[in-house]
């Protein structure tokens, strides 16, 4: 038998808070006439104070045990893709691992930004296959308000926090992990930074008066890239596992912007509109967990028959990029 890496459960987590964008406007120079003609966000979820990624990610993750019907004891090893640590050392994902009570399993993390979760997905994979493992948490969790720049128009209307998991085993029912196709490019990466935190900008008097632990972007530039690498991820992944456009049933891109969500949408015209899961009017852009929660309400909402398959691609900071082929069973 050929051996496969299987999505056998999923689970999300999104804080109470709901931010609107009429609370927005209330901070910042802005009305939600522009914030939803340009990005389509209407709202996002915020964590509490004490609420933090390794909080948030440790929720999503016992979901997505309860629904593979597995206990924390039998997972082998822990990926935290996240942007948002809830410190430098240790990683989130040990602490996520105490919190769930998986003594035994290895913990780490990793950090592509929103392509995180594919990334993630890609390397629980190959632990599958190899045979390393036989059961593998990915969790994707993300606290970016606390990285947020609200007094930023063009930056704070777009990001939200939360946090997905997939559990990926060898055996049993769920989504075959049929092709991944990653990418990156350094040469842009100034495009999307956080300047200040790390050994090039330590955290000083400076870095913190010049707000260079904020979140900065390129918005025009990321935007053409975002389309064009998303779209050759996808096309490249259905290529390389021999699938064509129109034996897709659902595709789930990035949740960064509507504007982005529906460029990709129109290169794919063989895939109708209510096809593309789209989430982001109600969460706005969560990172490297929006492919994850979206793919988790997509189960939950909607009946994926046998057979049917789901073709999931993200962009992120780096530049990284990355689409995923999932085939259900």
């Known amino acids: 038998m050929i051996k496969k890496a ?24 802005t009305t939600d006439e522009w914030i939803v003609s340009r990005t389509g966000m209407k709202e996002r979820r915020i964590a509490r104070p004490d609420e933090f990624s390794s909080h948030m990610g440790a929720a999503a993750a016992l979901k997505a045990l309860a629904a593979a019907h597995l206990d924390a004891s039998q997972v082998d090893f822990i990926l935290v893709a996240t942007l948002t640590p809830d410190c430098p050392i240790p990683s989130t994902a040990c ?4 919190m769930i009570g998986a003594p035994q399993a290895g913990a780490v993390d990793i950090s592509a930004a929103c392509t995180g979760g594919l990334y993630a997905l890609s390397l629980a994979r190959a632990l599958i296959l190899s045979g390393t493992y036989k059961n593998v948490l990915v969790i994707c969790s993300e606290k970016l308000s606390s990285f947020t720049d609200y007094t930023d128009r063009s930056t704070c209307v777009l990001f939200g926090d939360g946090a997905s998991a997939y559990v990926v085993s060898s055996e049993g029912r769920g989504l075959a992990i049929e092709q991944i196709q990653l990418g990156a490019d350094g040469e842009q990466a100034e495009l999307l930074v956080i300047p200040g935190g790390g050994c090039r900008q330590p955290t000083s008097a400076v870095t913190i008066e010049n707000r260079l632990h904020f979140i900065k972007m390129s918005g025009n530039e990321v935007f053409k890239h975002a389309v064009r690498r998303m779209e050759a ?20 891109p990035h949740q960064a912007n509507v504007r982005i969500i529906d460029a990709i949408a129109k290169r794919f015209p ?19 967990s929006s492919c994850g929660i979206a793919l988790d309400e997509l189960l939950k909402t909607h009946t994926v028959h046998p057979g049917e398959k789901i ?6 900071s780096g530049l990284t990029w990355g689409a995923a082929l999932l085939r259900a069973e």
């Open 270 to 288: 063989h895939l109708p509109g209510d096809r593309i899961y789209k989430t982001v009017h109600k969460y706005g852009n969560t990172s490297a």
């Open 233 to 252: 991820a996808c096309k490249e992944c259905l290529d390389a596992a021999d699938c064509k456009e129109e034996e897709i049933s659902w595709l789930i």
């Open 6 to 29: 299987k999505i056998t459960g999923t689970g999300s987590y999104l804080p109470e808070r709901v931010l609107t964008n009429q609370d927005l406007e209330k901070m910042v120079d």
């Open 311 to 316: 073709l999931l691609t993200a962009f992120g």
């Open 95 to 98: 602490l996520i691992q105490k």
